[in-house]
């Protein structure tokens, strides 16, 4: 795959990731594209056209092989190393994501935590022992830290963002609300589960 | 608005209900299509077409009025009422689920909350009483719940899906990693922030 993946085939792709990870946490060997389809709502021919670009085609009745299909698709969508993200915001949600199996199931390590409250200071969350958040720069240098993850109140964000990004980091997962100005070379994803929740609700109530 | 939208144009509607409300918190009056462009990473152009569809100008180095546009857009997404939802699973992440102030800028009340903790039971999150689960049945028919929030261990997500589905649950936001089998009029919708923290990745990488 020397070409970049569209944005749809991207996303597709990983899609099939997060449910041939769990399907093999499952303990299942095998799986169709008719049972790719059911978890991820894509079209089942899709998934199989998808999945042919690549070499991989599924047996009638078999389906296709879990691990093989892992292996290609973390190549493909190159995520086989182990990266470092850096958490700010040691609180509720802060303390959930740490704690979460999810990012280590992908090789994804939350490698530096940070908190305004000194209270929250020295506390270890996933492993990780809560830092101050005037330690920020130094760490996330120190540790090759690329994609932070906000996780403090709509007021911090901004503040939050630009001592990350002026640490380096290019990747922003934003759970707060704030509308965040970043550089152009920096992306900001901001989670609303309020508004996917609406959506879903449109095409229930429609 | 008779017809029904297309999935693309709901996704972006909502992307834009969201930072119109933000804007709107942050004490703003008018918003361009450029500021929107940045903050959602949808095109000024497209912007534009789909507002305009829809009946709305702005007006050049002036900007659409927010307030009208946001209720414009309720309007069309249907989103004006109040919906209930009921939250299973009162740890870490339920807790950050139910204080989060997200849900209720959208008219979304929590309107449920359980655990199959003995010792969760009683305590309140959000200003809603943690409930045991041997009560959803009732408390999710009595309350007219039609989505429920998931946010319990892999291994009870299905049974505890099972029993918002049983009942009348029709959306359910799962933020277990479990795969989740659902009757056909059942939408399910997974959350896995790693795996879209690596699709971004995938992106910054290539």
Redesign the interface.
Known sequence: MAD??T?GV??RL??Y???L???K??GKERISSQEIS??T?INATQIRRDLSNFGRFGKRGVGYDIDSLLAEIRKI???QGQ?N?ALVGA???G???A??P??A??G?TVAAVFDSDPAKEGRVLGGVTVEPLDRLDELVRERNI??G?LAVP?GAAQTTCDSLVGAGV??I?NYS?????TPGDV?V??????????????????
Do not use: C, W
Not at 177 to 181: E, F, G, W
Not at 189 to 197: F, G, I, K
């Open positions: 970049r993946l944005v991207a996303a990983s899609r990731l997060q449910v990870t769990q399907a946490k499952m059911e978890y709502n969508l190159r995520t990266h993200i609180g509720r949600l303390a959930a994501i704690s979460s999810i990012f199931e992908h994804i690329i994609v993850v709509d290019k990747i997962f609300q704030a509308l965040l100005t992306q994803h901001t989670s609303n589960p309020a508004v996917e929740l609406l959506y879903a609700l449109y095409f229930h109530l429609t």
